[in-house]
């Protein structure tokens, strides 16, 4: 699928669907759509510059998570590269970055609102 037409927020179910729903919370499933949304704009870019700003992303993630392992921020790793490899596949055309991205439950269903730059 393209995802011509697509609004952004089914795309984001559909490329990170499984690693939200991980999430046993909603804070929980909050933080790892922020994670899937740092990959989505991280597949946004050109190849010679994902792997630097997913060095930024783990530096950052580290800066706000002291005590994390470095068992764990390989695990990180691991999946921000799942992720952005996910992106890339599923909408390789889709450029438009993610600006920002709530998770909430409506109906206990939940539901992802995204808002997105609007240049292409």
């Not at 992303?57 to 691991?78: G, M, V």
């Amino acid at each position: 699928m393209s995802g011509a037409g697509q609004k952004i927020s089914a795309m984001v179910w559909e490329f990170a669907g499984e690693f939200i729903r991980l999430g046993e919370t909603l804070e929980d499933k909050q933080n790892l759509l922020n994670a899937a949304c740092s990959a989505w704009n991280i597949a946004c870019n050109p190849p010679r510059a994902r792997e630097n700003l997913l060095k930024q992303y783990l530096k950052s993630y580290q800066s706000h998570n002291p005590d994390a392992t470095d068992e764990q921020l390989s695990d990180i790793r691991s999946d921000m590269e799942k992720l952005v490899q996910n992106k890339l596949s599923l909408f390789p055309a889709i450029q438009k970055p993610i600006v920002g991205a709530q998770i909430s439950r409506v109906a206990g269903e939940d539901r992802i609102d995204v808002v997105s730059a609007r240049f292409e």
